[in-house]
């Protein structure tokens, strides 16, 4: 089975007003939008990440304080939100830090993961090399993934295709 995995698309990365704005993040809202909406529709997993920091996350002594639970900056772009997506707190830039997912994956029986968010050589690369080592398909979706740093973030595709996974720049259908 495939799932789309969402990566912490909330307001504190995607919005310039943002704890830790990643420039440009605004501009993938339309595309991360459609993908989830696409899941939805079509019956497949949506897996989103949250950060959810309590207010001294050790976190904060390498990035700016963000994502703090409940704020508004935790919260997830309302143009992103579907009735059943799967939301993955976790206090840690490694989504495989909540216990949780991995059961979820098994039990979900997913096989084929379609990812995208912010950023992509932070949280997204975690996502991608966890998916991976866990011997699972891995398709990254490059027009909804967006980077802090531009050389991270090819060093960080780079990575992740020599490790195995694909890469789109966009996806259609047929794809999926």
Not at 58 to 68: A, G, K, L, Q, S
Request: charged share 20%; aromatic share 8%; proline share 6%.
């Amino acid at each position: 089975m495939k799932a789309f995995f969402d990566i912490d698309t909330q307001i504190d990365f995607m919005f310039p007003a943002g704890a830790l704005y990643a420039p440009g993040a605004e501009r993938l809202l339309p595309a991360i939008a459609r993908l989830n909406a696409h899941a939805t529709k079509h019956g497949i997993p949506l897996i989103s990440t949250m950060c959810a920091h309590p207010e001294y996350a050790d976190e904060f002594r390498t990035w700016p304080p963000h994502c703090v639970v409940g704020t508004v900056g935790q919260q997830k772009p309302a143009s992103t939100l579907q009735p059943n997506q799967i939301l993955i707190e976790k206090n840690n830039i490694d989504m495989f830090s909540n216990p949780a997912l991995v059961p979820l994956l098994d039990r979900l029986g997913i096989e084929d993961c379609y990812v995208y968010g912010v950023v992509l050589e932070v949280c997204v690369r975690c996502a991608v090399s966890g998916l991976l080592k866990t011997g699972r398909k891995v398709k990254l979706i490059s027009d909804a993934t967006i980077h802090f740093d531009a050389e991270a973030g090819a060093k960080a595709l780079e990575e992740f295709k020599a490790a195995g996974g694909s890469r789109y720049t966009s996806i259609t259908e047929s794809d999926i």
